[in-house]
């Protein structure tokens, strides 16, 4: 069936280092990838998205990288903060209306 | 900013009771979903509706029942709680559109225990 996952559920990186959280997904179909975050206790949050006739989107501080050949997201984050301590998943929109949510990464900032 | 809100963040209930869980939107979206979370397992979709009145299972629809009466309010039912049913529920909304590029907006969560 279908996937998308994380390749590490836990990441600890040292306040001011750049992060790389990754996704993999296995429908070649997909046509749109979102990264959310989710910080204790509260709902998830959009951060970037990116559709599938790109390989890069940035935006503040965070860029999204999508390989397609290997069906790869990654998440890159610069100059991590205490503030982006929270669990980090992808999300891949598999129909016209529905999406499979991966089950997460927690990343962990170090000061 | 699109609101999505939940009506309980934390709720207690008891085998066997019916529990209503009740979701809202302010942003006029066509189509709302409910969502539950599990450690390690992510998000599964338990029902979604396109508009008013329609509505579509998803993954684990069992033991769930929805509710659609008007577009920006969206209702879960648990028809007879169980235990298994203990969890996050998560409720979103979103443009509708099936060639659209849009994110889905999450409430903040509903944690249901069920003793």
């Known amino acids: 069936g279908e996937s998308v996952g994380l390749h590490l559920p836990t990441l600890s990186v040292q306040e001011g280092d750049n992060s790389i959280i990754n996704c993999a997904y296995s429908?070649?179909?997909?046509?749109?990838f979102i990264w959310y975050k989710q910080e204790s206790g509260k709902g998830p949050q959009f951060i970037i998205d990116?559709?599938?006739?790109?390989d890069k989107r940035q935006g503040q501080r965070v860029t999204v990288l999508l390989n397609k050949t290997v069906k790869h997201l990654s998440l890159q984050i610069a100059a991590t903060q205490p503030g982006d301590s929270a669990v980090y998943f992808c999300?891949?929109?598999?129909?016209?209306?529905?999406?499979?949510f991966g089950t997460g990464t927690s990343l962990t900032v170090i000061p | 900013d699109v609101k999505v809100t939940q009506s309980s963040r934390y709720l207690v209930k008891r085998t066997g009771e019916k529990v209503f869980l009740e979701c809202v939107q302010d942003?006029?979206?066509?189509?709302m979903f409910w969502y539950r979370q599990d450690p390690g397992l992510g998000l599964r979709l338990i029902y979604f509706s396109y508009d008013v009145k329609m509505k579509e299972k998803g993954d684990i629809p069992e033991g769930y029942s929805v509710s659609r009466e008007k577009k920006e309010r969206f209702s879960l039912i648990l028809e007879s709680a169980s235990t298994n049913q203990t969890s996050m529920y998560l409720c979103a909304s979103r443009i509708a559109g099936t060639g659209s590029y849009n994110e889905q907006f999450f409430g903040p969560g509903t944690r249901l225990t069920v003793l």
């Open positions: 942003m006029d979206h066509e189509n």
């Open positions: 429908n070649s179909a997909s046509d749109y």
């Open positions: 999300a891949e929109k598999i129909t016209g209306n529905q999406f499979y």
């Open positions: 990116i559709r599938s006739n790109m």
